[in-house]
């Protein structure tokens, strides 16, 4: 059986991840990456995406 609430939850994740990434790169490309904070953040809000996105497949 299909757990809807699981799914909804990883669906506002996704959206919630994709929205974070869009405020991360906003900034101009060489302040990106002066900052070796950004590229790390934007590789873990990947892999949460990836994460979340893995779990939905799973349900079916």
């Given at each position: 059986?299909?757990?809807?609430?699981?799914?909804?939850?990883a669906?506002?994740?996704?959206?919630?991840?994709?929205?974070?990434?869009?405020?991360?790169?906003?900034?101009?490309?060489?302040?990106?990456?002066?900052?070796?904070?950004?590229?790390?953040?934007?590789?873990?809000?990947?892999?949460?995406?990836?994460?979340?996105?893995a779990?939905?497949?799973?349900?079916?």
């Amino acid at each position: 059986m299909v757990d809807v609430d699981r799914i909804a939850k990883a669906k506002a994740d996704v959206l919630s991840i994709y929205d974070q990434i869009g405020t991360l790169v906003t900034v101009e490309k060489e302040a990106f990456l002066s900052d070796p904070k950004s590229p790390l953040a934007l590789k873990y809000l990947l892999i949460e995406a990836v994460e979340a996105i893995a779990d939905i497949c799973q349900l079916f």
